[in-house]
């Protein structure tokens, strides 16, 4: 039975990881389909957010079986119960990617921010996709070294994001109404797939040494 059990472990451990490669897919199509205008990668990120979505209800299901059946204790509880919770963040990052899509093909064929805040979309997106693939290879290896990284990079898309809001509240900001709704909602979505990626990288960091890293650290 424990042979069955550490088996089962590492299923959920390669779910986890294939989900993540989806997110990163998902944010790689969905930065460039808003920078670039493009439609199609904008409808093949929304369609695909069906797959990450039936991807993590099958974990949540496999997790939540392991947990009736073998009734885990100490680190191997901490294992399954963690995976619950990266999977609903990882699903939350593929909404992220979806919203930002959204943006995209509803302002199809124009571009949706002006011109002067696109080199600081474009550096989020580059950020967003670097975490990304990232936290695939932290899920994957859980190199604690990795989380240090993810966390130094999501302070930078905080910056930017902050930065974001400071151009369109500034007295010289020229851009319509509507601009100013889609640079702030594309803003936050890009700041929140970030922040989703901390939090899994600290529950990653946590399971591997067993120091949990404060939300101030």
Known sequence: MREVF???LAEVQERLVEI??????????????FNE???????????????????AVALDELAITILARQQPVARD???????????????RMGDM??????????????????????PTFAEMGRLDVEIARKLV????????????EIRNEDDEIDALHLDVFDKVLGE?????????????LASRYHERFAD???????????????DWVPDDA
């Open 6 to 8: 550490q088996q089962e």
């Open 77 to 91: 509880l901490r294992i399954v119960v963690s995976a619950l919770r990266i999977s609903a963040s990882l699903e």
């Open 172 to 184: 010289t900001w020229k851009g319509e109404a509507v601009d100013t709704v889609d640079a702030t």
């Open 37 to 55: 205008s493009d439609v199609g990668l904008a409808e093949e990120v929304i369609a695909d957010d069906d797959r990450i979505d039936a991807r």
């Open 137 to 148: 290879e932290l899920l994957r290896t859980e190199d604690v070294k990795l989380a240090e």
């Open 97 to 118: 990617s979806t919203h930002i899509s959204q943006l995209a093909r509803y302002r199809f064929p124009d571009k949706v921010v002006p011109k002067t805040l696109r």
């Open 196 to 210: 989703h990626a901390v939090s899994i990288a600290k529950k990653v960091q946590y399971l591997a040494t067993g």
């Open 20 to 33: 993540a490669e989806l997110v990163a897919n998902s944010i790689d199509k969905a930065t460039r389909a």
